[in-house]
């Protein structure tokens, strides 16, 4: 059996404003981290800059989902010349910072990011890896933002497999509440002003991807 390939085709949506701020790693956490539907061609082929160089922003936590949407930001969309950018979004505390809970909390995130970075570094070592912790009320404006903001080529996400039932709920609910239900995913995917995959395993024994895109819902990539 052949290799499917599809053309995702690029779009500019409406951008989205949000609230952000990013977050710079206390003085006591080390290391510190720097600031901030044709079908013809494999996914990776993103257009880039007139010298080839592009930015993948991939939005991580530590979810099983985000993980594997990295893993496949690094093995079909991230070239030789491409700077791939981490980005973690936390809720802002709510007194600026400066308590216990608040420190714990960005030194599990700037952790969690320490520990992706070395993993990217080890599969791709000659892509240079940028990370970002950046405050957010909402995540999915957030992300749009952030990806506008660094001129992002291609923004990536990890998706959730939803089951039969909840899908069936959705389509029977109708309108802007099944916009609404889909959460941060399908706000990125429809308002980011780059090209935006949502990605999963097929299964957990592998089989490949599922694409989602804003044209093309669970298209089938054979890894």
């Known amino acids: 059996m052949g290799r499917s390939t599809a053309r995702l085709p690029s779009f500019c949506l409406n951008r989205v404003a949000a609230r952000a701020r990013v977050r710079s790693p206390p003085t006591d956490l080390k290391p510190p981290f720097p600031a901030a539907g044709d079908r013809a061609e494999q996914v990776s082929s993103v257009d880039g800059d007139a010298a080839g160089c592009r930015r993948i922003m991939v939005a991580v936590d530590s979810s099983s989902e985000a ?16 700077t ?12 600026n910072g400066g308590n216990e809970f608040q420190w714990e909390r960005d030194s599990k995130g700037y952790d969690l990011l320490e520990a992706l970075k ?16 950046v405050e957010g009320r909402e995540r999915g404006p957030t992300i749009v933002e952030e990806a506008r903001k660094q001129g992002a080529s291609l923004l990536v996400l990890g998706q959730k497999k939803r089951s039969i039932t909840w899908r069936l709920l959705m389509m029977w609910a109708g309108g802007n509440r099944v916009d609404q239900s889909r959460g941060v995913v399908e706000y990125c995917v429809q308002n980011s002003s780059c090209m935006t995959l949502a990605v999963r395993r097929k299964s957990r024994r592998g089989g490949g991807y599922l694409i989602t ?7 089938w990539l054979l890894a």
Not at 67 to 82: G, M, N, P
Not at 87 to 95: E, F, T
């Open 84 to 95: 791939l950018a981490l980005l973690k979004v936390s809720k802002p505390s709510k007194n």
């Open 213 to 219: 895109t804003r044209r093309q819902r669970d298209f």
């Open 67 to 82: 993980k594997s949407a990295l893993q496949w930001a690094l093995s079909h969309a991230v070239q030789r010349a491409d």
């Open 118 to 133: 070395n993993i990217c570094q080890s599969r791709r070592p000659e892509v240079q890896v940028e990370t970002f912790l």
